[in-house]
């Protein structure tokens, strides 16, 4: 079962901030962040495993709050860079990973 | 180079003729995995396999067939395609963490459409 992401699409200026969401219906051991720029394939973050740890990529970062079987993905001090399709994918400890439909991120100067 | 090497890029076939997409890894991965990505739906795993000889299904495996019968490679089987599978397709790999897939690597992507 897909993951829910949201918002579904941000607009932000260079250095501004954003927060993406991931939740589940599921109990979740795992969550897995991704970026698509346009015509590309996917590209990994980051991996937050149960255990509420939180991680970051230069200025992304992520938390996971599996009691509440949810995941954030924090944009800060957004870059040109920073703009694609970032999906989160779900995984409950059975090599199953199930992504969610993609929040995109357009960054302008 | 570390990479996943997906074949055809690009392929437009005719409902119920059968066709595969190949892919391969050179990367020693145990875990390779199959995704469809349409508008509006993300992606959705298709089949994954964790090692050779066994694989298990995705969200979304109806229509499709994997092997896994070396640890390099893992086909992606359409053996009667419908106008429905048409999509990006792409397959990938990675190390494991426990029962945890890890960075997947992605190919470049296989553009299907049926007609």
């Known amino acids: 079962q897909q993951p829910v992401q949201s918002p579904q699409a941000v607009i932000l200026r260079e250095g501004e901030d954003a927060v993406i969401n991931c939740s589940s219906s599921k109990a979740l051991y795992s969550v897995h962040w991704y970026r698509q720029k346009h015509g590309e394939a996917p590209v990994f973050l980051m991996i937050l495993l149960k255990g509420g740890e939180q991680k970051g990529h230069e200025k992304i970062s992520a938390s996971f709050n599996e009691k509440k079987q949810q995941s954030s993905l924090y944009l800060t001090a957004s870059q040109l860079s920073y703009s694609g399709t970032y999906f989160c994918g779900t995984g409950s400890n059975d090599y199953k990973l199930s992504f969610g439909a993609g929040t995109t991120v357009t960054v302008r100067a | 180079e570390a990479q996943v090497t997906q074949n055809p890029r690009y392929l437009i076939t005719v409902t119920g003729k059968k066709l595969t997409v190949t892919c391969s890894q050179n990367m020693n991965h145990e875990y390779m995995s199959w995704y469809r990505q349409d508008p509006g739906l993300g992606l959705r795993q298709i089949y994954y396999s964790m090692n050779v000889e066994v694989t298990d299904k995705g969200d979304v495996p109806e229509g499709y067939k994997v092997s896994r019968k070396e640890k390099r490679n893992f086909p992606l089987i359409l053996e009667s395609p419908s106008p429905n599978q048409t999509s990006l397709y792409f397959c990938?790999?990675?190390?494991?963490?426990?029962?945890?897939?890890?960075?997947?690597?992605f190919g470049e992507g296989s553009r299907l459409t049926v007609l």
């Open positions: 990938a790999s990675s190390g494991t963490r426990g029962l945890v897939p890890g960075e997947l690597f």
